[in-house]
């Protein structure tokens, strides 16, 4: 594969993440298919999740009225092997209620497999590990 295509893929890897983050910040879960595949598989420390359906369902059980998330991916590291691609982040979650400083805030490690679909990169498994968590 030639350099350009890796770095493409590496770039549109990477714009996955910070479309990920805008979907959960903007509570957009009908959207999740822009960035999940359809069978992906998420482990969390509170939960493993199976599939599209049951991923889209969970983020909309776990929306707490009045309360905001603002995710920043960073140290985004890909790795492109042909149509699959092996890709790490660290991400910073803040929670917040609108005017507020934020209440919640998290450290995360993602690990993550995304694959080549017709319709771009998409997210096939992710194993998101709490680094840690400040609660104010």
Known sequence: MPAAARTT??????????RLANLLDECRHEDAATVYHDDIVVRSPRVELHGLDEVTAHLKRSQVEGEHTQHVHGDVLVHVDGDRAKATANQLVYFYRNGEAPHRTSGLRTACTAVRTPAGWRFSDMHITLAWMQEK
């Open 9 to 18: 893929d590496r770039a549109e890897i990477a714009d996955l993440f910070a």
